[in-house]
């Protein structure tokens, strides 16, 4: 074989390993850049269960007649969807990767559909030891 000829087929075979490697880091960057995402879904999702729960608790203490208002993000913040589901003691955020929850101290609750009122204002309230969301 030629010079020529090899110092082509070296040049290829540099060539090849320098894009596997590419590759293989832009892999690991994708992947690292994946696991971001999910864990600032998961704070935001975090933060919307632990406010909830802060508030209903807060209200639940404070006794009857005590009222408290605020309003729930429309989504997650980087603009994921979400749905709140309150099951017994457990204030539960699910959105299309995991869910996160938060605990209540007590499972006194009537309550309404909140994922129909997700960025309008709601009210919590505390009547004869039970909590009522409006």
């Known amino acids: 074989m030629s010079k020529k000829a090899q110092f082509s087929f070296d040049l ?10 590419f590759l293989g880091l832009f892999q690991f960057y994708i992947g690292k850049a994946e696991g971001a995402s999910i864990t ?8 919307i269960s632990d406010t909830l729960a802060s508030r209903m608790d807060s209200v639940l203490q404070a006794g009857n007649g005590t009222e408290s ?5 429309q989504t997650l913040s980087d603009g994921e969807n979400y ?23 007590s499972s006194d609750l ?3 559909d909140l994922n129909a009122r997700k960025g309008t204002e709601i009210e919590i309230s505390s009547i004869g030891g039970k909590i009522y969301l409006k």
């Open 40 to 47: 600032r879904q998961k704070l935001s999702a975090k933060s």
């Open 12 to 21: 290829m075979v540099v060539i090849s390993i320098m894009l596997l490697l």
């Open 69 to 73: 208002k605020f309003s729930l993000p």
């Open 110 to 112: 009537l309550s309404v």
């Open 83 to 105: 749905t709140i589901e309150i099951v017994g003691r457990r204030v539960d955020v699910v959105f299309n990767r995991a869910s996160v929850s938060s605990l209540l101290s």
